[in-house]
């Protein structure tokens, strides 16, 4: 049995998702564990979002994979020959490591983010992730409509804890002023007379960028998040951030000749290159240099 742990927001746990497809698809038994990092049910995006019915890890398994029974005998056990635990710890996020294929018996922690681990399971995660539009806001409903119907670029600027959060130190600064001046100089090059639609975690900030060319996107209308990222993938092209939640807006667009511009580098810690598979197809640095690919 291979338990996937699952933590974080909607484009972390749609990646465990996806792996947990592919898995299945190669013929192994797996589960989702995804108890231990959500106190609510309400934050299973896979359930409440896609409504999607996946094998669900129980706690004697956990607690066996990762010898953590709580009972007399195991805790002294543990005390005399240590912790026996069966993890598989993913080195880096954003490189793909074939070995998570061969394994097996083990718990498996990490974020696994590139379509290489799931390239051939893309069409059922397509049909999987598919948002139910009928219940929308009528304002996404108009928005989506719009944006199919132009040259629309979906923008996205995380700003919040990449900026002075926890996370700064491992995201920020790679999505620059000059990153996005240089992406949209790019789009208007290539495509003539885009809008840009602008997806933001600073609402009020957002609502401050409204121009001509640029729309501030609020059409949730407390639905949830899911509808920024239903509606990303109804732009024609994409300008996204080294997010995830953009990651899968991008990607959940099956236009064929869409254009995505991705930030050169991901993460101030790693120097990979698998979470750009499937996607991107022009990359820019943080000081605005254009590499297409």
Known sequence: ????????????????????????????????????????PEKNCLQTVFHLDYRKADREAYQRLTDSEPDFLHKVKRKLTGRKEKIYQEKDAII?????????????????????????AVFDLRKDFSFAWNTFPEKAKKLREQMQAETSVSLHIRRGDYMNGKFASIYGNIC?????????RYMKEHFGD?????????????????????????ASEGAG??????LMSCCRHHIIANSSFSWWGAWLDENPDKTVIAPAKWLNISEGKDIYAGLGNCLID????????
Request: proline letters at 1%; a negative charge.
């Open 96 to 120: 793909f490591e074939p070995e998570v294929f061969q394994t097996d018996d083990v718990y498996m922690i990490g974020y696994f983010q590139s379509e290489r681990y799931f390239e051939k």
């Open 194 to 218: 885009c809008r840009f639609y602008l997806f933001t975690d600073d609402a009020e900030w957002g609502k401050q960028q409204e121009s001509e060319d640029t729309v501030y996107v609020d």
């Open 1 to 40: 049995m291979i338990m996937l742990q699952m933590t974080g927001g909607m484009g972390n746990q749609m990646f465990t998702y996806a792996l947990y497809r592919s898995l299945r698809q190669k013929g192994k038994e797996v589960c989702i564990e995804d108890f231990t990092h959500y106190d609510t």
């Open 286 to 293: 943080a000081n605005g240099s254009v590499q297409c690919v």
């Open 225 to 230: 998040a899911y509808v920024d990222m239903a």
């Open 176 to 184: 620059t002023d000059a990153y996005y001046e240089a992406a949209r």
